[in-house]
């Protein structure tokens, strides 16, 4: 099963190096990881995606702690959430083609960012599965180019990830 | 206000945090610091011979202390050769704090000359490590670095200072708080975790402890022991706990593992309660996992919680300080009596001791020279071992009686320790007789520190256990290599003459019967000694569980197990 885990990490130099050797050292799955500012200067939040069938969810949380600049980890996948990821997609579109990738487009509320004589680009954001969908629709169009973010996400609610920076049983030490 | 250098700022630092004495090398990077070194008479500062000792040494002292160990080295070849050191304090959780110099701010990332990229390097080997490039971080960025590698799980934190930031001035203000809203260790035990401990252990009828380095890391060795005490419950000690619990004791059963004794590694497959406190399940102690205390609901007491839950499966784990955990459940857990369980371990361990503890007959073997070290020495001694069979026998065979006495390098078994760590113990304690213990391969790698001895007055004993062979990967080839001894006999220089050649007397011993009088006349001497025992080149370390063996599957010389079995297992 994937998870969702969420950190805040204090923005000194090498705490990014620091996440990602460990994951490679401890030999963790990742799935995608992203990294940006927050509402607080001075702290950045990244968000890992992990296959927690072949990598221990525990551990990686355990270990993130363990690195002095990583202020909260927190697993996000069961709480109620919104996650989002953020695709970019040239498509081969002559002009026959054209109305028809639209409509698709249409249909996800995705847009049309960049069009010439025989190329498309389309943006969307939405949840990973959502973006899986779309990809797999205009993939008979003939693909040229495709970036996706990785994920963020946030829980829902008005309780925040930022609360008290350290949970009780996982404290670095 | 008056202004100090960056160079200044870092000896004033190290005042600050009580350091008194260091182990240095300089060189270009980190000149401006040694320029001010000489304005600060009350830091004492040894010069080693290759930075790696200078790691060791530092190593050694904060192993005795408790205190952290410094050491100094320049930018480049200088900070590389730190690193085997740095590696071996974060495998065994040893305070230190490694300081090197950095090529001037500008070259940085140029390729300047003798620029390394260290912290990059020692990221994954150290607590934590800081470039400081701005002369106004360096009292905070100091503050931390020992605050971190004291507190919480120990460990190394390396400072990488630009030569340029050692030369420029500020104002010193030494913070008296710090603030690292990401590092708060835990040190008392979640109360209801303990107190369940506390009723499995007062249910279980073959409860067993298991202590570990976090017992002398945390100065529980008092708790430990009445806590042992009030519940009867027996104690084995790991590779790194040895000397934890008075070996005498009798509630001291011995040490696990790889060459563990059977009655020790018996009671953790027949003990239906095991109490491990500030040990981490080290593959060298539990050997296969899936076959390891089969019987036994785990309670895992440690301070750092990704250690909890990592390699095997626990009933109660509990993340904390092990002297405030043993104080809390002492005051709670029963009184009890399992003197039926012990004799059972004692019954096995009667069976084998004998074999185990003595020499094949007419064979002058390092187990005369242990059996004759704990017989004179009557545990008022420190030992520092080095990596290979003399280290395993002198865990097994010679007797410890107070903490901190048995100093080795456990988690990454760095060949080259014994000498310069002994050397770091032997500054901690002045006063003490402090023993290095070092075969002829460990020795040859850092022998180059004899002269550190010499002209630091350092009374060190020395002892080479000499058996012509890098004797531990020798055994392996014997039994699982068809005894092809590729790359392991090894021909030494007159050890003698060498130390002859430093200033310092020595004697050679090639029998049994001469034991005795060669480690009087060590103890006799005013100053280093060094004695070399000659002995049987060909004897295996046993009891040994074959590397990737169940601990059930001992063996005590070949001919009681197919080797075929070994191998397969390996
Ligand atoms: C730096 C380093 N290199 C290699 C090894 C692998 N190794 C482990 S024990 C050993 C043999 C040690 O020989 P010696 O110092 O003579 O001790 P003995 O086993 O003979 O007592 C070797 C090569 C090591 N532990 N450390
Ligand atoms: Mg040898």
Redesign the pocket.
């Given at each position: 099963m994937k998870h969702t885990l969420v950190a805040l990490l204090r923005d000194q130099p090498g705490v990014l190096n620091r996440s990602v050797s460990l994951f490679r050292r401890r030999g963790f799955n990742i799935e995608s990881l992203t990294v940006g500012h927050t509402e607080t200067a001075g702290i950045s939040r990244m968000t890992l995606v992990i296959d927690g069938d072949t990598t221990s969810v525990e551990q990686v949380i355990k270990q993130l702690y363990k690195l002095i600049d990583v202020l909260k980890v927190s697993d996000v996948t069961q709480d109620p959430n919104v996650t989002r990821d953020l695709l970019l997609v040239k498509v081969y579109a002559p002009p026959a083609k054209r109305s028809e990738l639209m409509q698709l487009a249409d249909i996800f509320g995705a847009k049309i960012v960049d069009v010439v004589p025989d190329a498309m680009m389309i943006e969307l954001s939405g949840s990973p599965e959502q973006l899986d969908r779309f990809v797999d629709l205009i993939r008979p169009f003939g693909i040229r180019e495709m970036v996706r973010t990785g994920c963020v996400a946030m829980t829902r609610g008005a309780s925040t990830i930022s609360g008290p920076y350290q949970s009780q049983e996982f404290r670095a030490a | 206000m008056k202004t100090l250098t960056g160079a200044q700022m870092m000896c004033e630092a190290l005042i600050a945090e009580g350091v008194d004495v260091m182990f240095g090398y300089p060189g270009g990077a980190i000149m401006p610091f040694y320029h001010a070194l000489p304005e600060y008479p009350q830091l004492r500062h040894i010069l080693v011979r290759h930075e790696q000792a200078a790691g060791h040494a530092a190593e050694g002292y904060a192993r005795t202390s408790g205190k952290v160990g410094v050491c100094v080295a320049t930018s480049g070849p200088g900070a590389t050769n730190l690193v085997t050191a740095i590696a071996d304090a974060m495998m065994d959780s040893i305070p230190i704090v490694a300081i090197t110099g950095q090529v001037v701010t500008s070259l940085i990332g140029k390729d300047g000359f003798q620029e390394t990229d260290v912290t990059g390097i020692t990221q994954p080997i150290t607590k934590h490590n800081y470039l400081v490039t701005d002369v106004r971080d360096l009292p905070r960025v100091f503050k931390e670095a020992f605050h971190i590698a004291r507190t919480g799980r120990p460990g190394p934190v390396l400072i990488d200072i630009a030569k340029d930031t050692q030369n420029a001035r500020g104002v010193f203000e030494y913070p008296e708080t710090i603030d690292l809203p990401g590092y708060k260790p835990n040190y008392d035990g979640n109360r209801r975790q303990i107190k369940e401990a506390a009723s499995l252990l007062n249910q279980a009828k073959k409860p067993l402890i298991m202590a570990g380095h976090g017992i002398l890391l945390g100065h529980a060795s008092v708790e430990l022991r009445e806590f042992a005490e009030k519940t009867g419950i027996p104690v084995i000690t790991t590779l790194l706990g040895i000397s934890c619990i008075p070996e005498d004791h009798p509630l001291s059963l011995g040490m696990p593992g790889m060459h563990g004794w059977v009655h020790v590694n018996r009671a953790i497959q027949e003990c239906d309660v095991l109490f491990t406190i500030g040990a981490r399940f080290d593959d060298r102690v539990t050997g296969k996992l899936d076959s390891f205390a089969r019987n036994a609901k785990i309670i895992h007491v440690d301070i750092d919680p990704a250690e909890v839950g990592k390699n095997v499966v626990t009933a109660v784990p509990i993340v904390g300080d092990a002297k405030r955990v043993l104080e809390n459940l002492t005051e709670i857990v029963n009184p009890n009596d399992h003197s039926e369980w012990v004799n059972h371990i004692r019954e096995v361990q009667a069976t084998r001791s004998k074999r185990q503890r003595d020499p094949e007959s007419g064979m002058f073997t390092p187990h005369h020279v242990y059996a004759e070290f704990t017989r004179i020495l009557q545990g008022e001694f420190r030992v520092c071992t080095?990596?290979?069979?003399?280290?395993m026998w002198a865990a097994q065979l010679i007797e410890y009686m107070k903490p901190h006495t048995h100093i080795t390098s456990g988690g990454l078994?760095?060949?080259?320790f014994a000498l310069p760590a002994a050397m770091g113990v032997q500054v901690a304690c002045p006063n003490e007789e402090v023993w290095a213990i070092?075969?002829?391969?460990?020795?040859q790698?850092n022998l180059q520190e004899l002269a550190t001895v010499v002209q630091e007055s350092l009374p060190l004993k020395i002892c080479i256990?000499n058996?012509g062979?890098?004797?531990?990967?020798r055994q392996w080839q014997e039994l699982f290599h068809e005894r092809r001894y590729s790359a392991t006999p090894?021909w030494s220089p007159d050890f003698i003459k060498l130390a002859d050649a430093y200033g310092i007397p020595g004697v050679r011993v090639e029998r049994a019967e001469d034991v005795a009088e060669a480690i009087h006349q060590a103890r006799a001497t005013n100053g280093p000694f060094l004695i070399e025992f000659v002995v049987e080149r060909e004897v295996n370390v046993y009891p040994m569980v074959a590397p990737g063996a169940s601990i059930s599957d001992m063996f005590e010389d070949p001919s009681e197990v197919e080797i075929e079995d070994v191998v397969a297992v390996k």
């Open positions: - | 080095d990596v290979g069979q003399h280290q078994g760095t060949m080259g070092a075969g002829d391969g460990g020795f790698m256990i058996n062979y890098l004797g531990m990967v090894m």
